[in-house]
């Protein structure tokens, strides 16, 4: 069964990782996308090839997410190939390991723009897209485990996922009247390119590992589903909620 049949899906930071698995995903489902990257123009536009080879149109639509004009510029876009705008999945993000006590201002602001300001102007975007067309929509936020948990050495990005967390709280409070339905996932640790350097360390890797009840790190395509779940009629009756995709890790306590 295809639960995004004839829908329109964003999907941002979806070059890689799990913005791409949520994009393929979407795509399986039926879904026509458009995806946003910031550099990797090689994996945007396979990852476009993927999803005409599904049968789907696809189109990539390079922008920086801290910069506002993107998420304007991206729905336009979206809108201009595909007619409208059903599902945002807010995505992108980025995770500069570093230590506390002398993490330079511009990492943390640089963080912040990213994974906060970028998620907010992106829902805002699609959210007055969605009012427009006047009937409802889907937006689904990638926040994380660390949204409810902290890292030593992420001091700067837990705070922007506790902050896109609320951010699908109070959005689904404040689109509610306009049918559009506002949730996040909360993946546990993904082997991505955001942490294949920190997980190279592999005391570290296998500390993580055996944190997780279900015995393994997670896979981009361990989003998908949820994903997918979440941005369709299946989920309609579901706004304001925060699902934990995380094998586990998060009520491990001992
Ligand atoms: N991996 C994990 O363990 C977890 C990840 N997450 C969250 O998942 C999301 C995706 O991360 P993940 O798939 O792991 O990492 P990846 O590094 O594989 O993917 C990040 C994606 O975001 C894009 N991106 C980065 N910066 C920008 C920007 N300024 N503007 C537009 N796009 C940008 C990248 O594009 P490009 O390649 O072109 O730069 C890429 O497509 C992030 O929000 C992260 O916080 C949450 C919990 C766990
Ligand atoms: C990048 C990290 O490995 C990853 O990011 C998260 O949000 C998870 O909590 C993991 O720490």
Redesign the pocket.
């Known amino acids: 069964m295809k639960l995004l049949e004839g829908k329109t899906v964003l999907v941002?930071?979806?070059?890689?990782?799990?913005?791409r698995a949520a994009a393929i995903g979407a795509a399986q489902h039926g879904a026509d996308v458009a995806i946003?990257?910031?550099?990797?123009d090689g994996?945007?536009a396979s990852c476009v090839a993927e999803i005409e080879a599904l049968g789907q149109r696809a189109i990539a639509v390079k922008?920086?997410?801290?910069d506002p004009q993107t998420a304007q510029d991206f729905v336009t876009r979206a809108v201009d190939a595909f007619g409208k705008v059903d599902v945002m999945v807010s995505?992108?993000?980025?995770?500069p390991f570093h230590a506390f006590l002398d993490m330079p201002v511009d990492v943390v602001e640089r963080t912040f723009k990213?994974?906060l300001h970028?998620a907010y102007f992106m829902v805002q975007a699609a959210a007055q897209q969605m009012v427009k067309q006047g009937h409802g929509g889907s937006i689904v936020a990638?926040s994380?485990?660390?949204a409810l948990v902290g890292g030593e050495f992420q001091t700067h990005y837990t705070p922007t996922?506790a902050g896109v967390h609320s951010l699908m709280q109070s959005t689904a409070i404040a689109l509610g009247k306009h049918g559009i339905r506002c949730n996040s996932v909360l993946?546990?640790?993904?082997l991505?390119?955001?942490?294949k350097d920190d997980l190279a360390d592999v005391e570290k890797r296998t500390y993580m590992e055996r944190r997780t009840p279900l015995g393994r790190l997670g896979a981009?395509e361990d989003l998908a589903g949820p994903i997918v779940f979440l941005a369709s009629d299946m989920a309609a009756y579901v706004t304001g909620a925060a699902l934990l995709v995380d094998g586990g890790m998060y009520v491990n306590l001992q």
Do not use: L, M
């Open positions: 941002t930071g979806a070059s890689t990782g799990i913005g946003n990257y910031a550099n990797s994996p945007a922008g920086d997410v801290a995505n992108a993000g980025i995770c990213v994974n970028g990638v994380s485990i660390s996922k993946p546990g640790t993904i991505t390119e955001i942490n981009p």
